[in-house]
């Protein structure tokens, strides 16, 4: 009888152990799957490793792409004295007509003709990145970026040897339909990290931006002074597009997996009107989820087309009522963006997504004041002030907006379009927002503009509140099956 009930101890004991074998077994297949529907299985160091990599290659792009931004004026001189093409008188005559429209004076010919250049970009911008965006998610993030990166150093490889103004032209057409590689950056961080870690991974995005405009035309202002060529400023620039190229070649991970990946472009693309037009493009009508991420969508278009113009307007003003030279002007910029990457540092990259709501509508409020006091400030002590309130508000709306949308889209396959068409609605607000706040500083004052402005950051505002009140939800799946 003993040896009976001992032999059913042991048998119970063996089918105990055996149960809790099997759900050990069973919770480490529900982790691997869950983290496969992530595209990968990410430990925390290789995530760091892609976020590193990722964004130290975007910043070197950025070196590159801001070492222009300085050289402008001088750029469009050189043309003005030997383009043999005709290019360049018709860009003054098409700048002569804006100018007219808007009520620039004669004497801001120049700084309006690199406005134009600058528009005519971030409209390429808005073409491509959508379809780029939808182009990673069948071929994989990694090859779409190395193709931006490619025709970004053929760009400056035109630049180098553009003996015309329509070859310079040309050279920037080329780069702005290759700058899809800030939105693949984007996702490719939004793949790789987990939800809690995705506010800090736009902050570094934004850390790289804030830097790269503050070393980029701090060197390439150097160009002209050390030997009166542009040749070594464009050849530099397409080096370094060549080092971040090879640095994603090397070193960068692929973030979306073969498996998760959309079947064919062709029927990704689908209707070309959800790309290209922008009733389609505010509705994310390529998006499954495209309901979730209008609201999001239009309120970050309105902000940047608020932000983009008095931005555009601050060389202006700070000459006008301050008399600040280009140089002092440049000061102005690198200490604007020290203090964003300050920010973006210690307290964007700290904000968990639960967070990201309420700091976006802060960060759009910060604005208020600054637009406000920046209209008003007759001393340079108090328009410091103002450029605080621009600062935290620039360092904190953006990389807030985007790590919002990032965790609204849970297909993997999809995320590549989202983060496109949204960084296409921001560039199609750089190319209209600049235009239409030069046209009030120049005909009503500056004061008008920057109290216009104030008042219309309550547009983003109301859409922030009234239709994604409820983004900040935690309840949200991030992890939903494809």
Known sequence: MGYEQDKRLLSRGVRMVTTRSRSRVGDDVASKNNNNEKGSSPSSSKSKSILGVAVFALFIDL????????????????????????AYDVFVRFAAGVGEIVGAPAESDTVLMGGLLGSVFCFLQFLSAPILGAYSDVVGRKKVLLLCMGLIAASHL???FASTFALFILSRLISGLARANVSLTTTIICD???????????????????????IGPAIGAFFPWKSGSFQEAALAC??????????????LEETLSASHRAPSFAAKLGDISHYVLPNHLFAFKSVSVGKELRGVGLAYFLYIFIYSGLEFTLTFLTETRFGFTRAEQGKMFACLGILMAFLQGTVTRRLKPWMEHSAAMLGMLFMIPAFIILSLAQDVGMFAIGLFCYSVGSAVCGPSLTSML?????????RGVAIGIFRSLGALARVFGPLVASSIFWRYGPETAYLVGAGSILLPLVVLKVVEGGVASPARKENKAL
Not at 63 to 86: C, E, N, Q, R, V
Not at 192 to 214: C, H, N, Q, T, Y
């Open 63 to 86: 070196i590159g792409f801001t070492m222009i931004l300085p050289l402008f004026p001088s750029i469009l001189a050189h043309y003005k004295k030997t383009d043999t093409s005709g």
């Open 158 to 160: 035109f630049w180098l």
């Open 192 to 214: 790789d990290l987990p939800p809690e870690e995705r506010p800090k991974g736009m902050a570094f995005i934004g850390i790289a931006f804030s830097f790269g405009f503050v």
């Open 238 to 251: 397409m080096l370094l597009s060549l080092t971040s190229l090879l640095i994603i070649w090397w070193k």
């Open 406 to 414: 990032g965790g609204k889209v849970p297909r993997l396959n999809e």
